[in-house]
């Protein structure tokens, strides 16, 4: 027969040292942790209030990127001339300064064992070697107001998100993502490096978001994602700090369109 245990004492089960042997069949019962020893005190139903559980609790975990594995694209090839805006696979866009000039495609170049079927292309078809003071180029992703107010931007209780994702870039070196408000005059930009050109690489950056500003909460657009593929003096910012400026990237970023290639993003 087994033999009996020693019931749990107060001291196992308040230090938190109970382990296996401790718990044993009928070695914890009603009588042995008693109402002294587990108290309404101790598990109140104060301890989880609807402030810490709102009712947007939903949106929890969820990716407020939307197509982020350009999976649809109804327009199918586009042509972006210089100094033109335009659009890619559905939800995402680009901008292109004075000189160099775009073709937009959903590709099936995708990183390695990832289980994604498409990445976003951009074909730059023209080059801008010298990228002036007022000029810049991007590629952007705008989430809707109303998908992202549970992140309380512009307040003292704005959340943390983490910004994940595969780029890949004919040019090596510091590029930059910015986050920004519909009327672009907060930003925060950060950097991240690629290594090898033409390879696909993951990023990964956690941000505290704005306490500053206004960001929209309606049909508008609630927070704008900027990758930059280079930009003048006018748009370069101070990296992993929000500013009350249009910064698209810091002045490390390199000229992603110095010359004709590809720049890629897959599995936002």
């Known amino acids: 027969s087994t033999p009996a245990r020693a019931p749990l004492s107060s001291a196992q089960i308040e230090d938190g040292t109970i382990d296996t042997a401790d718990l044993a069949t009928n070695a914890v019962t009603t009588a042995k942790i008693t109402a002294a020893n587990v108290t309404t005190a101790k598990i109140a139903d104060a301890n989880i209030t609807a402030a810490k ?4 609790v939903s949106q929890l975990g969820k990716n407020l990127i939307q197509n982020g594995k350009f999976e649809v694209n109804q327009r199918g090839s586009t042509d972006v001339a210089a100094g033109a805006a335009g659009y890619g696979p559905d939800r995402w866009s680009v901008l292109s300064g004075a000189t160099a000039a775009y073709t937009l495609t959903s590709d099936t170049s995708v990183p390695t064992g990832q289980g994604f079927l498409n990445s976003f292309k951009v074909d730059i078809t023209t080059a801008d ?3 002036s003071s007022g000029e810049n180029y991007y590629v952007e992703h705008r989430i809707e107001g109303s998908d992202c107010r549970h ?3 512009g307040t003292a209780n704005a959340k943390t998100v983490t910004l994940q994702f595969w780029a890949r ?3 090596t070196g510091i590029h930059c993502v910015s986050l920004q408000n519909s009327a672009q005059n907060r930003s925060y930009p950060f950097e991240y490096t690629i290594s090898s050109a033409n390879t696909w690489e993951y990023f990964t950056e956690t941000i505290a978001l704005d306490t500053g500003g206004t960001w929209l909460t309606t049909t508008g657009i609630g927070l704008r ?3 930059s593929l280079g930009a003048g003096s006018s748009y370069q910012g ?6 009350a400026a249009r910064d698209d990237c810091t002045s490390n970023q390199v000229n992603a369109v110095a010359s004709t290639g590809q720049f890629g993003l897959a599995g936002v």
């Open 53 to 56: 559980v709102s009712s947007d």
């Open 129 to 131: 070697s010298s990228i």
């Open 151 to 153: 992140l309380m931007l």
């Open 169 to 171: 870039s004919q040019v």
């Open 225 to 227: 994602v900027r990758w």
């Open 238 to 243: 101070t990296g992993d700090t929000w500013e």
